[in-house]
């Protein structure tokens, strides 16, 4: 059983670390690690996922909280599309065939990979929608002098349709989808990156708390997986992000998108070849 | 109240009411382990087998999860670890719902509640399912 044991730790342990430091979360990288390497079926694999998707944002948010740049008031109206797409999301996993899971893994890998290349900058709104004015979601944000900088929002529909999307992969797939949702706050609702990215954190751990709850409420979570990937990414992650600082993680980039086209190419010829 | 004692109060107590969830499920887990290292790790063998054939132990009610962790079964604190781990989103979307009721902002507060009732509905067609 130890020998075991510690190889579920120690495969937790190092995708929670590449997740930390990535920025893309520990799910990206504990599915493909159980279903490659573990030999785990997809929806082991996704159900242990979920439990540690919202360990380690639990892990994360207590620092973001403390930050304030959390928009709690994006973060609810998002909540109500992802909670949406998750709770769909995860109750289909038990129905749809495992090709598809893989497929989809894949092609959300590959989303990942060009949300890792992309560069992002800043470009806050002085002036938001109607929509976004009635639901008061503007806000402040520290700028690098430290003066606070007001922001509007714009496009919540837009958001909201990309959410459901996000939250409908994350219940699927076992993933936070951070990638895909800040890329919907950055892009499409102007928030700034600071902003969107602690907003994000707060909203994986709902929505992969709502897909986790179908997964335990069906019997699909494996108890001898899920515990030890659990503890194991939150040690990992908390270590990715106690070093994170003292990393180039520019030189790292190349890096993170070798291994998510990898893992992309895995997964869909798992999923063309029929393993 | 004014505005930003109650973002003090927020920010002060989330972190501490998360990292305490938090902290209980991972001693429940590693107790969890500690007890199936202990008095059942064939049994863990076994389960981890018939995990990698798609083989999983299926529903279990709440009442009969509860008996099992009396008895002492190291496969249901297991079972309860993940759960509480679970309450660590719950509990910051209910914080948020007492939040705006406080400040009877009642489009968020509905908004609030769709998302708690979300997760309510989760659980309900996971046991349906």
């Not at chain 1, 989303?111 to 470009?123: H, L």
Request: proline share 3%; glycine share 10%.
């Amino acid at each position: 059983m130890l020998e075991i044991l510690i190889d579920l730790l120690a495969l937790a342990v190092g995708a929670g670390f590449i997740g930390a430091i990535s920025g893309l979360g520990g799910g990206v990288f504990i599915v493909p690690a159980l279903v490659i390497v573990a030999h785990m079926p997809m929806k082991v694999a996704v159900g242990a996922s979920l439990i540690s998707v919202v360990a380690t944002s639990a892990g994360a948010s207590v620092a973001f909280v403390r930050d304030g740049w959390t928009n709690l008031k994006v973060a609810m109206v998002l909540e109500c599309a992802t909670v949406t797409g998750a709770v769909i999301g995860a109750y289909l996993a038990g129905v749809v065939p495992t090709v598809v899971l893989e497929l989809l893994f894949a092609a959300m890998m590959l989303q990942s990979a060009y949300f890792t290349v992309t560069k992002r900058g800043d470009d806050i709104l002085t002036k938001g929608d109607p929509l976004a004015e009635r639901l008061e979601l503007s806000g402040e944000v520290p700028d690098l002098s430290g003066n606070s900088v007001h922001y509007e929002v714009v496009n919540v529909p837009q958001g909201g349709a990309l959410m459901v999307v996000a939250g409908l992969m994350s219940g699927l797939l076992g993933i936070g989808s951070g990638a895909l949702k800040v890329m919907a706050m950055d892009y499409i609702m102007h928030l700034p990156l600071k902003v969107s990215s602690a907003t994000s954190n707060f909203m994986i751990g709902v929505t992969a708390g709502a897909g986790a709850l179908v997964f335990l409420a069906r019997g699909d979570v494996a108890t001898t997986i899920a515990a030890p990937v659990a503890i194991g990414v939150t040690v990992g992650a908390l270590a990715g992000s106690r070093v994170l600082p003292h990393l180039k993680v520019e030189a790292l980039r190349t890096v993170f998108v070798i291994i998510l086209l990898l893992i992309a190419a895995e997964m869909g010829w798992r999923a063309l070849s029929g393993i | 109240m004014p505005k930003q004692e109650e973002d003090r109060i927020l920010r002060e107590w989330t972190p501490i009411l998360l990292r305490t969830i938090l902290i209980a499920a991972m001693v429940t887990l590693v107790a969890g382990l500690v007890l199936t290292y202990t008095f059942a790790p064939d049994y863990y063998v076994e389960r981890y087998q018939a995990v990698q054939h798609g083989r999983l132990i299926g529903k279990e009610t709440l009442g009969l999860l509860f008996d099992r962790v009396r008895q002492g079964n190291p496969h249901a604190v297991l079972t309860i670890g993940l759960f509480v781990l679970t309450l660590v989103p719950l509990a910051r979307v209910a914080f948020c719902f007492l939040l705006f009721i406080r400040e009877r902002d009642y489009t968020y507060v509905a908004l609030t509640a769709y998302v708690l009732a979300g997760l309510i509905v989760g659980v309900l067609a996971g046991s349906a399912g």
